[in-house]
């Protein structure tokens, strides 16, 4: 065998695999980057579930602001509150979440004829990531004329 051929395989011999070094070092930044990637996933979860109370909490307020805008205007449900809110009603739809709704009327007369009323509805809850959330919806209806 010639000397060029042995200094050759010498050379094919040492790059022929990956050392254990190596290979340890490639296991240490994959295992850092699954942390990463399982980390995410919970967060994905959570917020999924935030999520999940917003829009019931918005559908409870949603239903709520227009049951009170179809009603007559001399209805007690809108008198003005004076810008209280009322007392908390409890919702618990299909999750078993309790929410609370309340709302508020505010009577505004622009002229002798015109007059407004503000209705707001409010809706609140706590769940075990985030304490005392709330959505609010607001309305304004005109009174009409013969209403």
Request: proline letters at 2%; charged letters at 25%.
């Amino acid at each position: 065998m010639s000397n060029t051929n042995t200094t050759y395989m010498r050379r094919n011999k040492r790059r022929g695999g990956m050392t254990l070094v190596e290979i340890m070092i490639a296991m240490v930044i994959l295992a850092f980057g699954m942390l990463g990637v399982a980390g995410l996933q919970v967060r994905a979860i959570t917020e999924s579930s935030s999520g999940r109370h917003l829009s019931e909490a918005s559908a409870i307020a949603r239903n709520r602001l227009e049951d009170l805008n179809v009603r007559i205007w001399s209805d007690a449900l809108l008198n003005d509150t004076a810008g209280a809110w009322t007392a908390g009603a409890p919702e618990t739809p299909v999750g078993g979440l309790t929410y609370t709704r309340s709302e508020r009327v505010t009577l505004d007369v622009i002229e002798p004829n015109t007059t407004i009323k503000s209705i707001e509805v409010r809706v609140g809850w706590s769940d075990s990531k985030r304490q005392n959330r709330t959505v609010v919806l607001s309305s304004a209806r005109l009174r009409e004329v013969g209403e």
